[in-house]
Nanobody
Framework: QVRVVESGGGLVQAGGSLRLSCAASGTFFSISTMGWYRQRPGKQRELVAYIIRSGSTGYVESVKGRFTISRDSAKDTVYLQMNSLKPEDTAVYYC???????????????WGQGTQVTVSS
């Protein structure tokens, strides 16, 4: 079974940058959407950014102008460049693919295990 795995989290000072990556362990037949979510302490998981098949992107208001989502379609990899980080960005970040692993399989959601991002003030 194909899995998705995040990397790139860590500890950074406020104002700093981090780049998250999410790669598939195998190859998907088709990916409709790639997204980044986060779960802050005591909060529900929220959508941070997404990119659809056409390349269109969307962001939650709080990260607009600071975060950029991008992808490498050849590698089934999605990135989240996070600049001007704030303490309130501290969270576990998850990637999610909506994808079909084969032509005969329906689309399903594939979640990564999460990567911790901690922004110190």
């Amino acid at each position: 079974q194909v899995r998705v795995v995040e990397s790139g989290g860590g500890l950074v000072q406020a104002g700093g940058s981090l780049r998250l990556s999410c790669a598939a362990s195998g190859t998907f037949f088709s990916i409709s959407t790639m997204g980044w979510y986060r779960q802050r302490p005591g909060k529900q998981r929220e959508l941070v950014a997404y990119i659809i098949r056409s390349g269109s992107t969307g962001y939650v208001e709080s990260v607009k102008g600071r975060f950029t989502i991008s992808r490498d379609s050849a590698k089934d990899t999605v990135y989240l460049q996070m600049n001007s980080l704030k303490p309130e960005d501290t969270a576990v970040y998850y990637c999610k693919y909506t994808a079909a692993p084969s032509p005969s399989t329906s689309y399903n959601e594939y979640w990564g295990q999460g990567t911790q991002v901690t922004v110190s003030s």
